[in-house]
């Protein structure tokens, strides 16, 4: 029961087999009780440790679905609970601190950055700084919309067939290092 519980495939079967195996054993070594018994104890604490995060995913669920931009976080392509309550606790919950979309997406680290030195202008690379977390979101949102939204699953298809893959953020080779101007002091 436990294994179908948790959605094992063929759980029956395992569970049969294991139990034939169990039987069919005749050798007795030393310190098998003390082992079973350590087994037994581990179990447990995994089994307990398992009810502990199933009730914490129920107050993040509970939480995440009071605040206000919960429904519009949601219906993100791969944004469940447990990413929406980490997007809302990167960036405080307020959509408003960040004045645009350009903005949010380079404090996550989605937009290239410009390096330009002089005359020389265009030239973008990865940012250095950027809020990890926050992008952790967005990368696992991105790879959950693959398997469950049609449209993104098509989109990046179409990109990986066309060459392009999957780099975001790449903004190519390094520029050269920015020398002065011939007027300019040393």
Not at 31 to 48: D, N, S
């Amino acid at each position: 029961m436990w294994l179908k519980n948790r959605k094992v495939k063929g759980a029956a079967v395992l569970a049969r087999t294991a139990v034939d195996a169990v039987r069919a054993q005749h050798t007795a070594l030393p310190g098998k009780q003390l082992a079973a018994a350590m087994v037994v104890r581990l179990a447990k604490g995994v089994m307990v440790l398992d009810d502990e995060m199933t009730e914490l995913d129920a107050l993040i669920e509970t939480r995440f679905q009071q605040h206000l931009l919960a429904e519009v976080i949601r219906s993100l392509p791969g944004m469940g609970a447990r990413l929406g309550a980490e997007f809302i606790a990167a960036t405080g919950g307020d959509m408003q601190a960040f004045g645009s979309a350009d903005h949010l997406a380079g404090f996550a680290g989605l937009a290239p950055q410009p390096r330009d030195c002089g005359r020389v202008s265009g030239n973008l690379h990865s940012p250095r700084r950027y809020h990890r977390g926050l992008l952790r979101t967005r990368y696992l949102s991105v790879m959950a919309s693959l398997k469950s939204a049609p449209a993104s699953k098509a989109y990046y298809s179409a990109e990986e067939k066309r060459g392009k893959g999957t780099q975001t953020g790449s903004a190519g080779p390094r520029p050269p290092p920015c020398r002065p101007s011939v007027g300019d002091a040393p």
